[in-house]
């Protein structure tokens, strides 16, 4: 008998143990559908609202695509925005 409840206690503290594994390892992006490169065109399309003639946001967008959105444009970050900025 007391075999039979340690197992039970075992399987159900092992349920509860994986379930809450699973529960923390969720990421909301993923189930979102997040892709990279949609959120680096979207920030250079911020960028070119924000910054105006002064953001070559085609320029933005055609690296997004090159990078496959891995160097993403931050416009309060000088550097990621640097090689997308024209004199005028």
Known sequence: MTSKVTSVFVLFVSVAVISIIEFV?????????????????ENCAQCKKM???????????????????????????F???APFLSKM
């Open 25 to 41: 390892k969720a990421d909301p992006a993923i189930m979102n559908g997040y892709n990279p490169m949609e959120i680096c065109i």
């Open 51 to 77: 910054l105006g003639s002064w953001f070559d946001g085609p320029i933005c967008a055609e690296s997004c695509i090159r990078h496959r959105g891995k160097l993403m444009p931050d416009c309060e970050d």
């Open 79 to 81: 550097a990621s925005i």
